[in-house]
Structure formats: C-alpha cells, structure tokens
C-alpha cells in the first residue's frame, strides 16, 4: 500500500487526531487554575495566614496571645461565622471555575479552529485554517508544573487571534501538526489517499509520563527531529548580554543615573526618591530579555519556519509559508562595531505573547552575526536564498553605495547630506530590496507577491530638486519599506516594474497551500491570496492588517500642495 504525503504520525499526533473530528472538546482540567485560580489560592493563602492562630484555637483551644488585627472578630464570637461565610466563597469559586471549565470547549473542524467560552455572557470566535499567519505554542513555568500549555493561533486581521489555553502539552503539540496538515492541503490528500487504500505507516512511540515532563523542562524548544540542527541558529551568551547593554535602554539608563547624580549633589533629594524605584524596577528588563533569549532557536521544518526561546517560560511558534509579507535587516550604531544585526518581520496577524529578548512575536532573530542574517533569511525566504541573492543581499546591508542598486542622485544630499550615496533599491525574481540608513543601517526586502499597494509622492521640495519618494504598503507590523531622495524619472521607472511585478506574483503564488498535491495543476486565480489572506475579503486600504487591495492606481493631492501616485494589486 502506498505511502500517504504528510509522511508517518508519531504517537502524540495520533492522539491528537480525535480532538479534530469535527466535535466541541474541553481544555486542560487545570484550565482554572491556570488562568485565574492562582491569583485566589495566594488570596485565600493570605486570608488562611492571618487567621492560623484562631483556627488552630478554634479546634484545638489553643491559648489566645492577642496582638491580631482579627481580635475583634474572636472576641465576638464569629470566627464559627467567618470561617463559614470563608467556606461558603471558596465553593462558589470553585463552582464558578468549574462551570467555566466546562463552558469553555473547543472544536477543529477541516475548515476553522472554533473557541466557545463564558457562563452568563457567551464568545465564540472562529479563526479559518487559509487565513492562520502563525502558530504558538507557550508553555509558562507554573502551567509546565500540571505539563500544560497554550495554543495560540494567529488569524490575519485585529484582534482575530484564537488561543486554546489551556492543552496539555503534547496534545497543544499534537494539534499544531494537525491544524498546520490541515491548512497547507495534505490533511485531505491524506483523507484521499486513504480512501483508496492508502496508509499512514506505523507511529512514533511517545515517552511515559515522567519522561515527558522531563523532557518538556530539558529539551530545546526546537524538536531536533522536526528541525535540521544545521539550520539552528544559537546565541552565544555573551553576545545576547553585549547586545542589552548595547541597546536604547541603556542609553537612557545612563541619563536617569546622571541627573540622579546631580541632583544629589546639589542636594535635591527628593530626586532619589522618585527615581530610585524605578531604577532599581529596570533590573528586572534586563532579567527579563535574557531568560527569554538565551535558549533562541529558529530552524527550517517542512510546515514553515519554527522560533523557540525561554529558559523557565518556553515558547515556540511555527509560521507557515507564505506568511511573512516583509523583512527588514537592521543595525543599531553601537552594534557596528561587533558586526551585530536584527531581523524583524511583518506579518498579517503575531501571537499574543512576546518573543524573544522580550520583543514583539515580530522579531525573528534579536540579534546575530552576518553569517546568522544569512542563515535566517534563507529560512524565511527559501525562494531567495541563491548565491546572487546572498550578494545583493550583503551588498544591501553593508554597502555604502555605487553598487549595482539603483542609487540616489548627488542632488539628494540637500535632503539627505549622510545617507544618499547608500540609499538605493534593486528588484530581483519577485523581490524588491530596499537600502537606507548611514546610522542606522535598514535594509528591507519585501516579496511582490505580499505587496498591497505602491505610492510614489513628491513634495514642493522634492519637485524642485527633481527627487520622489516611496512606499511598499504591506500589514502592519514594524517594517516600514520606504525610500526617500528617488529621482523622480527613475520612480516612474520603478512604479511600473513593481506594479506589473506584483501583479504577475500574487497570480501565481500558492504558497497558502504549501503542500497540497499538483499545485501546479491549479489555474491562477484572478482574487489572489496573499499570505493565506483572500484579497476580496480584505479590501483596497494600504497598510491594512491583511489581504491586498483592487487594482486601482490614480493621483491623490496631498494638503502641504504635494502629489503622491499609488497603485493596488489584485
């Protein structure tokens, strides 16, 4: 019998399988617990402390040695009554988390991951599988304890996010390989191929209980076998401490400490009062970054690009093909020197929690060396990843122009004296880079086929020198591709290559279904997807959360008396 495309389940991903036939399923029993339940046991913890003594001598008679805030209570004789109506709260709480418990279901259908939730106000949201961005799996410490986690699905759109919170934690694993199978196409070639006779092939045997638990506290955050371990980047310590210390915050740090000097010193002491807790508070950032970075880890699997971090709370989010609609590369100042760059990305929808170094979900790599940048982009532009590609790619990050970019004019140093020699632009098989930034160095490489609009705009000052500037409209998210002192021919130049350009991608890119079988059998659609976002459902607005626009270019009149020209891609 033949072999099905998705390859052998595991074990874990067998079990998985019958929480996504279609039916409504409760979360973790400890779902409670973990989501409120805390913050009342340290409540009714705080209470039990207080009144250990009268308790104690409410059972046993101990002697009274007075001096408590709750005398008053004894001496009436109502600690029957306090421990009663004490009583009577802890079981309403425990039938509220219960009834929550069993209110909040979940269902994975072939189509849409669905939450229900609330006992007298009721949600459902829905998050459909082509329109998923990302998926994330958080194991924080406390909830590692029960071997539970969350399950975060990052929808296109604001505020679409689906989270199951909480899983247990090879069930949250289980079902991210399944929602993944089902949204890049193989979960119904499989459904097909068994039809007709085919098989699975034989499971994976799981570890017991105790081996997963101890495995969930020891291993990375990148299962080695689901990831090539050459892909992997790893940040060395130092490195991740250098760049803390190297960084904006820092700067800042400094400034406070200054003026906390001289205000001691010319004796306003009320200055350390008000500073003082604050500062001693900014320990806890740089606490905070390093734990969350000093387990990073990011490798190629077949379903996309897997990110890992966390020493005591762990995360790991998976974002499939197709997704990532811009990157940027970019160097702060004090980071020359070292050679050390980071990576963002924009996305149609990002996890709920933060990433690593404690950052937006949005930053794929804190930081890392060139060799580093170049690994990661190859991950996350697989299509872009050649040796010429490398080359225009190092040439963007580290050149200082005249270069095979298309550059600025001479004329541009009156609006931009430091960096007109390095800006520039080069568009090469459906990739438009853009380079800025003699400071802070940017390069920003956005796929075509991701590409919502395009907007050339010249100011009374750009008509005079004979200069333009542009704007790639992509999601929203940190990367902002634009480009200031264009000549003006040159951007006309530019606004035809790119508007043909995107038009030709987006129409034959299938990455939303990554691994679906004969995608090349599949006729190109005249409403193309971009990032699994389907453009007629998302709208013609630039800079919007998902989707890309209808095909509309024209001349908008700005109110400084300046003219801008954009298109939309369909």
């Known amino acids: 019998m033949s072999e099905l495309p998705g390859g052998p389940l595991n074990a874990v991903e067998r079990a998985a399988e019958r929480f996504t036939d279609g039916e409504w399923h409760r979360l973790h029993p400890a779902t409670p617990l973990l989501r409120g339940g805390i913050v009342f046991v340290a409540v009714l913890g705080f209470v039990l402390s207080n009144l250990r003594e009268r308790i104690v001598n409410f059972f046993v008679g101990a002697p009274n040695y007075g001096g408590d805030p709750l005398d008053e209570l004894y001496d009436r004789g109502w600690e029957g009554w306090a421990l009663l109506a004490v009583a009577v709260v802890l079981i309403l709480c425990i039938g509220a988390f219960y009834l929550s418990w069993r209110m909040h279901t979940f269902r994975i259908t072939g189509d849409a991951v669905e939450v229900r939730s609330g006992i007298l106000f009721r949600t459902q949201r829905k998050a459909r599988l082509d329109r998923i961005q990302g998926i994330n799996v958080v194991r924080p410490l406390f909830a590692r304890i029960f071997g539970a986690a969350k399950l975060d699905i990052s929808v296109a759109g604001h505020d679409a996010n689906v989270q199951l919170s909480y899983l247990g934690s090879s069930l949250a694993d289980g079902l991210r390989a399944d929602v993944l199978r089902r949204a890049s196409g193989v979960k119904a070639a499989e459904q097909e191929a068994t039809d007709a006779g085919g098989t699975t092939g034989p499971g994976v045997a799981a570890p017991g209980l105790v081996g997963r638990r101890v495995n969930e506290f020891l291993a990375p955050e990148l299962d080695p076998n689901a990831a090539p371990p050459e892909s992997v980047v790893k940040i060395p310590p130092l490195r991740l401490l250098g760049s803390l ?88 100042l004090m980071w020359r020197p070292f050679g050390w760059w980071q990576i963002r990305i924009d996305t149609a929808g990002h996890s709920r929690e933060k990433g690593a170094a ?196 024209g001349s908008r009149h700005g109110r400084d008396g300046s003219t801008d020209k954009g298109q939309e891609f369909e």
């Open 245 to 332: 210390i190297l960084s904006g915050f820092t700067i800042f740090l400094l400034i406070v400490i200054g003026l906390l000097i001289v205000g001691a010193s010319t004796g306003r002491l009320w200055l350390l009062f008000v500073v003082l807790p604050g500062l001693l508070g900014s320990a806890s950032f740089y606490v905070n970054r390093f734990t969350k970075s000093v387990r990073y880890s990011i490798a190629g699997t077949p379903d996309g690009v897997r990110v890992g971090f966390g020493l005591l709370s762990t995360s790991n989010e998976t974002l499939p093909p197709g997704r990532i609609h811009a990157v940027e590369v970019m160097q702060p």
């Open 358 to 553: 404690g950052q937006p979900a949005t930053t794929m790599l804190p930081v890392g060396d060139a060799a580093d940048v170049a690994r990661v982009l190859s991950l996350v532009l697989p299509a872009f990843a050649t040796e010429e590609h490398r080359a225009v790619i190092a040439a963007g990050m580290t050149s200082r122009g005249r270069d095979d970019f298309v550059g600025s004019p001479r004329r541009a140093a009156w609006i931009r004296p430091f960096s007109w020699q390095r800006t520039g632009y080069s568009i090469l098989d459906g990739v438009i880079l853009l380079r800025r930034g003699a400071v802070w160095r940017s390069l920003s490489i956005v796929p075509l086929a991701r590409l919502q609009s395009l907007e050339i705009a010249q100011g009374p000052v750009d008509r005079m020198l004979g200069l333009a500037s542009t704007r790639l409209h992509t999601v929203s998210g940190p990367v902002r591709p634009r480009l200031a002192g264009v000549d003006a021919v040159q951007s006309v130049d530019l606004f035809e290559t790119v508007s043909a350009g995107a038009i030709a991608s987006a129409q034959t890119d299938t990455s939303h279904r990554w691994a679906a079988i004969d995608v090349s059998a599949v006729p190109p659609v005249q409403s193309a997807a971009v990032g699994g976002v389907d453009a007629s459902e998302a709208g013609a607005g630039a800079g919007g959360d998902d989707g890309t626009g209808g095909l509309d270019a």
